[in-house]
């Protein structure tokens, strides 16, 4: 059950529309089923609604009238309360008890108080109502209002446990301002997909992700075609911003500023500040001279922002032990290398990243503090991804961007966990969203190179195949298994650890490191999550069509990330390349 509360000025004017049929001819049956006494006049139910509509804006403004000057200038309280979908649809005295209640709750009208305000519900829906009060008591006090929305909020929780509906999650008071019905209105009216708010908070967002300071996040601002308008002291310092839509203007044909602080919490300029304070670190270009393939700069940063995200997620799986300011931050930093992907993913993904990022910077934000904690390294990622340009999402750059699209979505899982076992029910929510977004974004980016490596895992010579696939048998026993006795859907595993060996690494001890580096019980394709390890680990292409490329300056796997069950004091690995060196297997 959500509620939506809003104020205004004019009384008749919103009961003329809450009658009226409705922007799109939706509003059927206006009839009342609850007020103040219980015997308001009902345009609905009159054979003269317009005089009933008169007789009632009068009886609801009488106490406004006798305040005069006294009463608020936006005197009209309005709060829409809606069911969720598939919830059952509520009898009229059903919603009259949500009504009371509601009033109650927020302190427009109490239980056994005299002098409360007068109000009315209003249904021309089945899945909700409209409650309208004017904002004088009887005693001509303005009522306390104070966190009504906060407290109709959770009024709506208790009734939909009462009342068997479904239990949406509990806010906590951290996520961005709703869209107005009137920005709605707007958006509906222009034919623009969503309102000016949810634009500019997502262009903002997109601005500051691997922004070096604060000149540069301004500078994105314009070069997105903002505009931007900045609040100054008396001594000339920033103190704020504002920014606009070309062409988004009021009635009085002037440009509609939203503050940086109105968009989200996390986007004023004081807290945009911080996280410019510690910079990004600029990281050298890799090159085949350093003894590494010469990837494209759009394959190349996607494949370093894979390691740094599962590093992320690690930190998030910490099994409690860790520094919450730390986890937080890292948070933080996910949400901007997502934003950083949206923008820069080709047309084919572009919709579900977009939809990913958006669901999840909603998980970025929660009671628990961001501070203290270093995230450049994820900051550095993201700045890497956005100068790099957009991949072409095939050859290369497909290829890596499935391969941290994969890492992406275990990441999302960890934040979803990490949210739910701290009570964060929005955010843990919010995680879970972004998750299935990737997963489709995912599911296309990999189509073409897994395709592949099925193709040439099949091919292989018949007593490597079986080699290698002894080797998955003995390290990945939970796994479903074929007909066969094999593992489901392991063809491009077998090729990858063939092009490993190829290339110089022990194919048992470095299918065990890549297993090591952390858990992989929330895995959709356990076998999809270690292909992409292997292959980056190993500087294989993750487009098999290109011929693997021998690393030139060591044959070494990156010694593996701390695992949450028996590695995380681990000392290093040897290398692996070395059959006698070979760890024992588990």
């Known amino acids: 059950m959500i509620p939506d509360i809003g104020r205004g000025t004019r009384t008749h004017g919103l009961l003329v529309y809450l009658y009226g049929p409705g922007k799109r001819e939706e509003h059927t049956d206006a009839h009342l089923v609850g007020s103040w006494d219980g015997f308001a006049p009902d345009p609905g139910r009159d054979t003269d609604p317009q005089v009933t509509l008169a007789r009632l804006t009068a009886a609801l403004d009488l106490r406004v009238k006798q305040a005069g000057d006294r009463a608020p200038a936006k005197h009209v309280w309005h709060c829409s309360v809606r069911t969720a979908p598939g919830d059952r649809r509520l009898s009229d005295e059903e919603w009259n008890a949500v009504a009371q209640r509601i009033v109650h ?10 002098d409360g305000c007068r109000w009315i519900a209003v249904r021309h829906a089945e899945d909700h109502i409209h409650i309208v009060a004017t904002l004088v008591r009887g005693d001509l006090r303005n009522p306390r ?129 911080l996280r410019l304070a510690d910079g990004t670190t600029e990281r ?87 501070e203290r904690a270093d995230i450049r390294a994820l900051r550095s990622a993201a700045r890497g991804i956005v100068q790099a340009g957009g991949a072409l999402g ?13 890492t992406l979505v275990l990441v999302t899982l960890a934040a979803a966990r990490w949210h739910s076992a701290r009570g964060h029910a929005q955010q843990a929510h919010a995680s879970r969203q972004a998750a299935e977004y990737l997963r489709i974004a995912y599911r296309q980016a ?36 074929r007909a066969d006795g094999m593992p489901a859907k392991t063809d491009a595993l077998v090729a990858t650890l063939a092009h490993a060996e190829q290339v110089g690494h022990d194919p048992e001890a470095f299918l065990q490191q890549a297993i090591d580096m952390r858990e992989l019980d929330t895995a959709a394709d356990v076998n999809d999550v270690l292909v992409w390890r292997l292959r980056r680990l190993a500087q294989l292409p993750a487009h098999p069509g290109e011929a693997p490329r021998s690393p030139q300056a060591s044959t070494r796997p990156t010694k593996p990330s701390a695992n949450r069950t028996s590695t995380r004091n681990a000392p290093p690995r040897p290398a692996v390349s070395d059959p006698r060196s070979r760890p024992p297997r588990r």
């Open 105 to 114: 709750a927020t302190g427009i009208a109490p239980d056994g108080d005299p």
């Open 145 to 273: 209002l104070n966190y009504d929305f906060n407290k109709a909020q959770a009024e709506c929780r208790r009734i939909e446990q009462e009342m068997g509906l479904r239990r949406l999650n509990a806010g906590d008071g951290t996520a961005a301002k709703n869209p107005t019905s009137a920005e709605k209105f707007k958006a509906e009216r222009t034919g623009r997909p969503e309102t000016s708010r949810e634009t500019l908070r997502e262009a903002v967002r997109q601005a500051v992700a691997g922004a070096d300071d604060e000149k540069e996040f301004f500078t994105r601002l314009r070069e997105a075609g903002l505009r931007v308008k900045m609040r100054h002291a008396p001594s000339g310092d920033a103190l704020g911003y504002n920014v606009a839509l070309p062409g988004d203007r009021n009635r009085h044909g002037e440009p509609v500023w939203y503050p940086g602080s109105k968009l989200a919490p996390d986007l004023s300029l004081p807290k945009i500040r």
């Open 284 to 370: 050298a270009t890799p090159s085949a001279a350093d003894g590494r393939p010469d990837w494209s700069p759009p394959a190349r940063e996607r494949r370093s922002a894979t390691g740094i995200a599962e590093h992320a997620a690690v930190l998030l799986d910490g099994d409690g032990d860790g520094d919450d300011d730390e986890a937080a931050a890292q948070l933080v930093g996910v949400g901007e290398l997502l934003d950083a992907v949206a923008q820069t993913s080709p047309a084919a993904t572009r919709a579900e990243l977009a939809a990913a990022a958006r669901a999840f910077e909603r998980a970025t934000r929660s009671h628990v503090r961001a």
């Open 394 to 406: 095939r050859g290369e750059d497909g290829g890596t961007t499935a391969m941290l699209l994969s």
């Open 446 to 481: 990999a189509a073409t190179p897994m395709r592949v490596l099925h193709d040439q895992g099949r091919v292989l010579p018949e007593a490597q195949r079986r080699t290698h696939e002894a080797t998955l048998r003995a390290a990945l026993p939970e796994q479903g298994v």
